[in-house]
């Protein structure tokens, strides 16, 4: 099974409407990251999280929110989708202190219309 | 702030070919180097990091990289391409503490048969 899983893998939907992101880890790790990848954009960090209690704003937070429920789960809400939140949406994970590489969900691909 | 930039959004190599791929990055402080690869629907992967000690750090599928920092570079090299090799290149930076990563913009891989 995957470390790091993102539900859904893909969603449609419109203009104005509410829309959660899901994300999972088995990895036990602490720190958590939403992220956006545009087309020669690369990825953007939207929040991150370091344990339950700790969230920090990203690059670009403006229309998103988050909800870390639990050490393994870390949710993204788009609380009323617009068609230029259309992206590519990863989930990671870093464990320890100090400096250690991510890991990465799947993705999850968010067209809004 | 720290940034990372990606030389080429595109690079085309020949099967069995040279892959270079340029990393520059700008920090104030020593900082922690990575690269990462993208399959097609694919998260991110990582590829090698660079923390402290030998410049020149060995990851997986026979890719390297070196720091050398009186040219604020990181770049990605494997001596022999394969077409296994074709996908999205992401080279990211982080500061001592770990707490965010920055993200160049990318390079898509093509290998020409």
């Known amino acids: 099974d995957a470390d790091v899983t993102q539900t859904p893998r893909n969603r449609i939907t419109k203009t104005g409407k509410r829309i959660m992101l899901e994300c999972s880890q088995t990895?036990?790790?602490?720190?958590m990251y939403w992220y956006r990848q545009d087309p020669g954009l690369g990825l953007r960090l939207i929040y991150y999280?370091?344990?339950?209690?700790?969230?920090n704003k990203g690059e670009i937070s403006d229309g998103y929110s988050v909800s870390r429920q639990a050490q393994a789960k870390f949710s993204l809400s788009l609380e009323s989708a617009i068609p230029n939140q259309t992206a590519l949406y990863f989930c990671?994970?870093?464990?320890?202190?100090?400096?250690?590489?991510?890991?990465f969900g799947p993705g999850t691909r968010l067209t809004v219309t | 702030a720290q940034s990372v930039t990606q030389l080429g959004s595109h690079v085309s190599v020949s099967e069995g070919a040279l892959v270079l791929l340029r990393c520059n990055y700008s920090s104030s402080v020593p900082p922690y180097l990575f690269w990462y690869v993208q399959y097609p629907n694919q998260g991110l992967q990582l590829l090698l990091k660079?923390?402290?000690?030998?410049?020149l750090v060995k990851g997986i599928n026979g890719f390297e990289a070196e720091f050398k920092k009186s040219e604020t570079s990181f770049h990605l090299t494997k001596p022999s391409a394969h077409m296994s090799d074709a996908a999205e290149y992401f080279c990211a930076v982080s500061d001592t503490t770990g707490n965010q990563f920055y993200f160049g913009t990318g390079t898509s891989l093509t290998v020409i048969p």
């Open positions: 990671a994970t870093s464990g320890g202190t100090g400096v250690h590489e991510q890991y």
């Open positions: 660079y923390t402290t000690g030998a410049t």
């Open positions: 990895k036990g790790h602490d720190r």
């Open positions: 999280s370091f344990d339950v209690k700790d969230i």
